[in-house]
């Protein structure tokens, strides 16, 4: 299969694609140094160790938040998913060396997995733009997708680029409470990011894969749940985002139509169960966005900035199928 595609591309082209191949395996070889390091030593040595931030252990913390950090002089209560959720905004940690080793082990094997998971998908989803583009698909909508590692989170964002950003804040919103949600109630929640040809053709901006616990069992590992844990539910998200109130109903029914055609090809080709429609306006994102941004991109992303009410309204529109019984105190604790 592979020779076929390669079989349209000349010298240059396969020596990119190779490239993208060359990158991939980079990474995977990294993670596996890393996780062997891990195994003989109690503090591993971590890239890019200026630009992290180092959290500490609190098994006090409440609704999953069990770790601590000082960032610019303040103090972050974090949990595991605003470690694993803060990284697509560029913002990366570390464990204290202090922590209990078996907690560091555990964390430290979560973000590693976490950073080069996440990496190697975004030199996939540059791949597959690529090889549209040599495909002669150039006007496409795959080949004029942009990509996510292609904005610099340093920096202000570009107005085409909002619609995207708004997605990722509710995405990462969502994998921040998938971890917290998990340890009041009997369900896992995984937030699953799909690639771009599932973005563009499946109309899926991302996935929640819910599992039911086997009573009795409960474990930390996430190669250990796969094996203890049974799927019950998965569903994949569409994001229609405006910047304005007008036209809603226009947009809502044309995203409806493509969703439709993308059904009548086949569910069960999709990977999920249903696909769910979720209006999103745009109006204060970039301004949230460059506030982040000015404060110097603390702990918690851009969403982080969406006050209770507006958490509350995402939170429970994105999950209103998923009918998980979560009482509103509870769930604005959960929301701090």
């Known amino acids: 299969m592979e020779n076929e595609i390669f079989s349209n591309f000349n010298t240059e082209e396969k020596k990119e694609f190779s490239f993208f191949e060359i990158e ?6 990294n993670l596996k140094d890393k996780l062997k390091e891990l195994d003989k030593i109690k503090e591993i040595r971590w890239d890019d160790i200026k630009n992290r931030i180092i959290f500490k252990y609190d098994k006090k913390g409440e609704y999953g938040k069990n770790f601590i950090c000082d960032y610019k002089g303040k103090e972050y ?17 570390m464990p204290d060396s202090e922590m209990p080793e078996d907690v560091y082990r555990k964390i430290s094997k979560r973000i590693l997995a976490n950073e080069a998971r996440r ?7 540059k791949e597959i ?57 009997d369900l896992e929640i995984k937030i699953v990011r799909p690639n771009i040809k599932e973005d563009v053709r499946q109309k899926i901006d991302f996935k929640i894969v819910i599992f039911s616990h086997k009573r009795g069992v409960k474990t930390v590992d996430e190669d250990e749940m796969e094996k203890n844990i049974r799927q019950f539910q998965r569903l994949g998200f569409q994001l229609a985002t405006k910047g304005g109130n007008a036209g809603w109903n226009g947009l809502l029914e044309y995203k409806e139509k493509q969703i439709e055609r993308v059904k009548n090809r086949g ?10 429609l979720i209006g999103l306006t745009t ?9 982040w941004l000015s ?5 918690g992303g851009p969403e982080k900035l969406w006050d209770i009410e507006q958490k509350k309204r995402v939170f429970r529109g994105i999950t209103e199928k998923l009918k998980l019984d ?7 604790k959960i929301l701090k």
């Open 129 to 185: 733009i690529k090889s549209q583009l040599s495909a002669g698909e150039r006007k496409g909508a795959i080949a004029n997708k942009s990509v996510k590692s292609d904005i610099d989170f340093g920096k202000e964002i570009k107005s085409e680029d909002v619609g995207m950003i708004s997605e990722e804040m509710v995405r990462e919103f969502m994998t921040r409470l998938s971890y917290g949600i998990s340890k009041i109630i």
């Open 24 to 29: 991939k395996q980079k990474k995977m070889y």
């Open 267 to 276: 569910i069960s080709n999709l990977g999920v169960d249903d696909i769910i």
């Open 283 to 291: 109006k204060h994102s970039k301004d949230l966005y460059d506030l």
């Open 295 to 299: 404060m110097g991109k603390p702990p």
């Open 77 to 93: 209560k974090l949990s595991l998913g605003d470690v694993m959720a803060d990284y697509n905004w560029g913002v990366k940690y």
């Open 326 to 332: 979560i009482p509103d105190g509870t769930l604005e």
């Open 119 to 125: 990496d190697i998908e975004d030199i996939y989803d």
